[in-house]
């Protein structure tokens, strides 16, 4: 599901300055390095190494002052045209010229106030609301006209239904679908693109067990298994999740066992797990309809954020 044509702009200005909290003047070209545009004041080992403004966000800023500004006065590294960056989300990428590739790290930042000339001038300023904030994934170096790509995040996420019976045919699965109805509404209010495909095996260890290991090697973002989290000699899915498991994150399933445990004390028998296998989140949810439906209420509170953990970004 990659995007073949991704929607294209272009680069209005490059702009540098030597020092943070004072605007940058465009220059004829800028190199983009491991740490950002090189002589940059704002380069650095950090998550916000190049920044981005759109151009049509400065005229409209413009003609609702009442007064000219130019690009680079906004303290952006890179004026654009054509792409709408109010559209981006975190983690998309933006591909410029022939070889420079920024993935989106921030949007807008917490506005200077009074070390701000803008904000002096105006009363407010529009990088804190529009500004797009970067770091490298691939450098090169960028000039005016260059060609500007925005290349959309594709959430990849493989929902497996264990059962035995819905694995015969005995009885149609209704916990995975409930799963990606959810994942599809958390993907619009998030601006990502979903790519779900799911399947139903039955209370299978080692097929369960192959699933896991084939979706973390594709590079899969999150897996949600539903059923087989019960106490019935067939309930397999905690342990085989345990067993793969770099790492447990032990606090969002307890949380949910006590949230509805206390009016329903059977929910406290579920022995669901959240772990980390490789760079692939893994979330073991009962089969019901009902259960999927709280079990997701509540992790899709927090999957944003571990997302942005495991690649990096922590300071969300």
Request: charged content about 25%; aromatic content about 4%.
């Amino acid at each position: 599901m990659e995007h073949v044509n991704p929607p294209e702009g272009s680069v209005v200005s490059v702009n540098i300055s030597e020092r943070q909290g004072t605007s940058k003047q465009p220059v004829d070209a800028i190199v983009i390095d491991s740490q950002g545009v090189s002589g940059d004041a704002h380069a650095g080992h950090w998550h916000r190494q190049v920044s981005l403004l759109a151009a049509e966000s400065i005229e409209r800023f413009s003609r609702e002052a009442g007064q000219t500004f130019l690009p680079g006065e906004f303290a952006e590294n890179i004026t654009t045209r054509g792409v709408g960056l109010a559209d981006v989300a975190i983690l998309d990428r933006l591909l410029l010229g022939g070889s420079v590739e920024l993935e989106v790290t921030q949007l807008g930042k917490e506005c200077h106030g009074s070390g701000c000339a803008i904000f002096q001038q105006v009363g407010r300023c529009v990088m804190p609301k529009e500004g797009v904030f970067t770091r490298v994934i691939r450098g090169g170096t960028v000039r005016p006209g260059d060609v500007l790509a925005h290349k959309p995040r594709i959430l990849r996420c493989r929902i497996v239904t264990l059962s035995d019976r819905a694995s015969q045919g005995v009885y149609p699965d209704r916990g995975g679908p409930r799963v990606r109805e959810c994942l599809e509404r958390f993907a619009r209010e998030k601006r990502w693109q979903l790519d779900a495909a799911s399947a139903i095996i039955p209370d299978d260890a080692d097929q369960l067990r192959g699933a896991l290991i084939d979706a973390q090697d594709a590079g899969v973002h999150t897996v949600f298994t539903t059923g087989s989290t019960g106490l019935g000699p067939r309930d397999i899915a905690p342990e085989v999740v345990s067993e793969l498991a770099d790492k447990i994150i032990p606090g969002i399933m307890e949380h949910i066992r006590i949230k509805y445990g206390a009016d329903k004390p059977n929910a406290l028998l579920s022995r669901s797990v959240a772990a980390i296998f490789g760079h692939t989140l893994v979330y073991t949810l009962p089969g019901s309809v009902k259960a999927v439906d709280e079990y997701m209420a509540e992790i899709l509170k927090t999957i944003e954020h571990a997302i942005f953990m495991l690649h990096g970004l922590d300071t969300h």
